[in-house]
């Protein structure tokens, strides 16, 4: 498995070892090197035995073979799910209270984890209510929104798009939240969300989706396709 910071690359080989190389300057390879590195290079002792690997602009998730979250890097909106000394994690940490992690999401400055049992749990900026859920703060680095999202519906995959997020649910039913700048949640009449008010609510006009795809770590355009093989487009278009 390959994943791509807005800078950095981490690699997942098939003997669960995690390799890292680029920039480094939030210390999101999670290694000890001065600005970036040029080589791909083992976490080794590190990190010894992921499951999953993903990452955000500026930081790297790791899932444990035991279901475990661990992360580095950019933690200035709490994208790390746990309190770091600042606004980013020089140390590979242990997200606490999460167990059972099947599968790590990431967007621009948000993470979602999925667990076992398909309970989605999020953390990060929520300044456009691009968690889905209502917070207490937008997200920081000393005071982290990490939380279960208990108003979605049996959820497969999560979707972000910078800020907008997309649920696909086990009936192939589209749900969005977050930004709605140039129509991105495809639903009309409804504004921008924001972290005390979720605008998170289902996309009544597309059904039968089976793939949505986007550039995780930009805002601007999402494709959906259905079982019949139609595309769907929705967001910028300049």
Request: aromatic letters at 8%.
């Amino acid at each position: 498995d390959i994943c791509c910071g807005h800078s950095h690359s981490l690699f997942l080989l098939e003997n669960n070892e995690v390799w890292s190389c680029g920039y480094n300057q939030q210390q999101q390879l999670g290694r000890n090197v001065a600005s970036g590195s040029p080589e791909v290079v083992n976490l080794g002792k590190a990190f010894s035995q992921a499951s999953s690997i993903a990452c955000n602009e500026s930081g790297s998730i790791f899932i444990s073979d035991n279901g475990e979250a661990w992360n580095c890097g950019s933690n200035y909106y709490g994208e790390c799910g746990r309190v770091t000394e600042s606004e980013f994690s020089s140390k590979l940490g242990k997200v606490p209270g999460l167990s059972n992690i099947a599968k790590v999401v990431t967007g621009l400055q948000v993470t979602f984890f999925i667990t076992q049992a398909r309970q989605i749990w999020s953390c990060g900026s929520n300044s456009l209510g691009e968690l889905g859920r209502i917070t207490a703060s937008r997200g920081y680095y000393n005071s982290p929104n990490l939380g279960r999202n208990d108003n979605l519906p049996n959820v497969i995959d999560v979707i972000p798009c910078g800020n907008t997020t997309y649920f696909l649910d086990s009936n192939h039913d589209v749900w969005s939240c977050g930004n709605n700048r140039d129509g991105r949640l495809f639903r009309t009449g409804v504004e921008s969300g924001n972290m005390t008010s979720s605008n998170f609510g289902k996309v009544g006009l597309i059904s039968n989706i089976v793939s949505i795809s986007s550039a995780p770590h930009t805002n601007r355009h999402v494709l959906l396709l259905n079982n019949k093989g139609e595309v769907f487009s929705g967001g910028h278009n300049g």
